[in-house]
């Protein structure tokens, strides 16, 4: 199977619609992703009060006064992602969104895309999964970062419980931004394969690391999907910024995953046509003995 690609633009748009068209061409296009993925919250429901009226922990970072100001002004209305579907399907690419709240599951639901993406921040919403295991009949694909395999279980369970365990891909990731090579524990690849390789989807890997040596190895280890966040210039203002790709590294990586993914095979046969002129110009045989004359 070959691997799927998927290019998050999350925030990476600051707000403007215009940079999230381009950042939707440019993994179309240039880059020949799979999907794009943005973000959908309804910042009044997942925020308490004190938490929108405090000032963002990073001001430089911040689009507003306030942590709720910033996030408002990075959030774009149902109508606008119902635009931003549209500019995916005029550029032949999959369009998709992760939802932090239930408000937000149900308007995107309402869109009926193709994949929804659970972040990890939000993999124990039980009401926010229900409505997604409900509501939504499409593929239902859930990061695992700061996840217990207690919480893993319960998780798995919840869908298979709900008879949509086959519509659920599982991310192995780790969450920080970004990511150190010995932190991203991609033997948890394997683990989670072996453990619910034969009960979900798919297991995939979500990475917020530097280069693409790690996805590499983590198609090798048997990811379905790669997801990696996208930006026109990791120097932008905004905390995923220096943890994204821009346009040519997420050229390469989609080439190269793809790659990868064409050579993880066995041989067909002893010897591969490719190898038979070789053989029969370079191959060393030993030469039978000569029979003795009676």
Same mark, same amino acid.
């Given at each position: 199977?070959?691997?799927?690609?998927?290019?998050?633009?999350?925030?990476?748009?600051?707000?403007?619609?215009?940079?999230?068209?381009?950042? $939707?061409?440019?993994?179309?296009?240039?880059?020949?992703?799979?999907?794009?993925?943005? +973000?959908?919250?309804?910042?009044?429901?997942?925020?308490?009060?004190? +938490?929108?009226?405090?000032?963002?922990?990073?001001?430089?970072?911040?689009?507003?006064?306030?942590?709720?100001?910033?996030?408002?002004? /990075?959030?774009?209305?149902?109508? =606008?992602? &119902?635009?931003?579907?549209?500019?995916?399907?005029?550029?032949? $690419?999959?369009? *998709?969104?992760? @939802?932090?709240?239930?408000?937000?599951?149900? %308007?995107?639901? *309402? /869109?009926?895309?193709?994949?929804?993406?659970?972040?990890?921040?939000?993999?124990?919403?039980?009401?926010?999964?229900? @409505?997604?295991?409900?509501?939504?009949?499409?593929?239902?694909?859930? !990061?695992?970062?700061?996840?217990?395999?207690?919480? %893993?279980?319960?998780?798995?369970?919840?869908?298979? +419980? &709900?008879?949509?365990?086959?519509?659920?891909?599982?991310? *192995?990731?780790? !969450?920080?931004?970004?990511?150190?090579?010995?932190?991203?524990?991609?033997?948890?690849?394997?683990?989670?394969?072996?453990?619910?390789?034969?009960?979900?989807?798919? $297991?995939?890997?979500?990475?917020?690391?530097?280069?693409?040596?790690?996805?590499?190895?983590?198609?090798?280890?048997? !990811?379905?999907?790669?997801?990696?966040?996208?930006?026109?210039?990791?120097?932008?203002?905004?905390?995923?910024?220096?943890? *994204?790709?821009?346009?040519?590294?997420?050229?390469?990586?989609?080439?190269?995953?793809?790659?990868? !993914?064409?050579?993880?095979?066995?041989? +067909?046969?002893?010897?591969?046509?490719?190898?038979?002129? =070789?053989?029969?110009?370079?191959?060393? &045989? %030993? =030469?039978?003995?000569?029979?003795?004359?009676?």
């Amino acid at each position: 199977m070959t691997v799927k690609v998927i290019a998050e633009v999350g925030c990476n748009h600051k707000g403007d619609m215009e940079i999230a068209k381009e950042l $939707i061409r440019v993994a179309a296009i240039y880059a020949k992703a799979d999907v794009v993925k943005f +973000q959908k919250r309804n910042n009044r429901e997942l925020l308490t009060e004190e +938490q929108y009226n405090t000032p963002h922990p990073n001001p430089a970072n911040s689009y507003g006064d306030t942590y709720g100001a910033h996030r408002e002004f /990075l959030e774009f209305s149902v109508d =606008q992602h &119902r635009e931003l579907m549209a500019e995916c399907e005029k550029n032949g $690419i999959i369009y *998709s969104t992760s @939802v932090w709240d239930v408000t937000s599951a149900r %308007e995107i639901a *309402s /869109l009926n895309p193709v994949l929804i993406k659970v972040p990890s921040a939000c993999n124990l919403h039980f009401e926010m999964l229900g @409505v997604l295991a409900d509501e939504y009949s499409g593929e239902i694909h859930l !990061s695992l970062g700061m996840t217990t395999k207690e919480e %893993e279980d319960q998780i798995v369970d919840f869908f298979v +419980q &709900r008879g949509r365990a086959k519509d659920v891909v599982l991310y *192995s990731c780790t !969450s920080g931004y970004p990511v150190a090579f010995d932190e991203l524990c991609l033997l948890e690849i394997t683990r989670l394969r072996e453990k619910f390789g034969e009960v979900v989807k798919a $297991i995939a890997f979500s990475g917020h690391h530097l280069g693409i040596a790690a996805d590499m190895a983590a198609v090798a280890l048997g !990811s379905e999907w790669i997801e990696r966040h996208v930006t026109i210039d990791r120097t932008w203002k905004g905390t995923d910024h220096a943890a *994204s790709l821009e346009p040519d590294g997420l050229r390469r990586l989609v080439r190269d995953a793809r790659a990868v !993914s064409k050579a993880l095979t066995y041989k +067909q046969s002893d010897i591969l046509d490719i190898e038979l002129p =070789q053989r029969d110009k370079l191959k060393w &045989r %030993e =030469q039978p003995a000569s029979a003795e004359v009676a």
